[in-house]
């Protein structure tokens, strides 16, 4: 079976064309993008907006240009639903947001230090993804892992969204039970150091089986790998996990997950991108101003 990876949780906007070469190489087909922080406070909404605006526009455009299927999620990140800044703000224009036929849920939306105005734009934005029928990626915290969890389900349930549109992001081997008890989707971030390594991926696998398990980089601006999905097949091949175990992982779990609001299939994304260098976006181009007819792709 030819391998084919949907990487369900990757912020390509801090990464570099290489990285979407090396994907491709290692098997991606598709690139799942969520809405985060970008490392320092946005200080007003005009700065989201056009960071959403580039999430539909130019990164689909670049990613496709390098053979991958690009999709996103929107939404307010927990770190940010802090800044009264813009928050509020931030909630008026993501509707308009959860209607494009790129975007496939709505996230990272979740806990991060769990605070009370996390809370109330978490379950602001369940309510926003259940009229608009869209599943929600869960950003858990970082500290207090367990707890931050429990907290996450616990709002999700009293939301009323189907917990089979939940994903829960960041999992370890104390959340696991946690999630497949509650029917929800368990998401495990291969991160250097700071989450889940690939060996200890593996354990888990070993021990809980394939059934809502869902593997992703998380890869960003911080010390990170766009690879580590790749990297974690390697292993399960050499630990004896079949190919349909594998497919399973990181293609049908994330594939069966995302596509059920009809904005893609696994048939669309199964199709080669249109590569065409010669296409801008806005005007704008991946080859800056290179003659396309004397590049390799």
């Not at 809370?119 to 009229?131: M, R």
């Not at 994903?167 to 495990?188: K, Y």
């Not at 889940?196 to 809502?212: A, C, D, I, N």
Request: aromatic content about 8%.
């Amino acid at each position: 079976m030819q391998l084919r990876i949907f990487e369900p949780h990757c912020h390509m906007f801090s990464r570099i064309t290489d990285d979407y070469v090396a994907m491709r190489a290692a098997g991606v087909r598709v690139v799942l993008e969520p809405a985060f922080w970008l490392g320092q406070p946005r200080t007003n909404v005009g700065s989201f907006i056009d960071y959403f605006d580039t999430l539909i526009g130019w990164e689909r455009h670049r990613s496709e240009q390098f053979g991958i299927h690009h999709v996103c999620t929107m939404g307010l990140n927990p770190r940010e639903a802090n800044d009264d800044r813009v928050n509020d703000a931030v909630m008026e224009v993501l509707p308009r947001y959860l209607e494009k036929g790129s975007v496939v849920g709505i996230g990272e939306i979740g806990l991060d230090d769990m605070t009370a105005r996390e809370e109330k734009f978490y379950e602001a934005q369940i309510q926003l993804a259940i009229a608009h029928d869209l599943p929600i990626l869960v950003h858990t915290p970082h500290r207090n892992k367990k707890q931050g969890f429990l907290r996450c389900l616990e709002i999700a349930k009293a939301s009323g969204i189907a917990m089979d549109r939940v994903l829960l992001d960041h999992g370890n081997e104390e959340t696991v039970r946690i999630t497949l008890d509650s029917g929800a989707m368990q998401g495990f971030s291969i991160y250097p150091n700071t989450k889940m390594s690939p060996e200890r991926m593996v354990k888990v696998l070993q021990e809980f089986g394939t059934e809502r398990m869902i593997i992703n980089s998380a890869c960003d601006w911080g010390v990170s790998d766009p690879l580590s999905v790749p990297k974690t097949v390697a292993l399960m091949r050499q630990a004896g996990f079949s190919d349909e175990a594998i497919d399973t992982v990181v293609w049908k779990n994330p594939v069966g997950f995302f596509a059920r609001n009809g904005r893609g299939s696994e048939e669309d994304w199964m199709a080669e991108p249109r590569l065409d260098w010669t296409e801008t976006f806005d005007g704008n181009s991946v080859l800056r101003g290179q003659d396309p007819s004397k590049m390799a792709k």
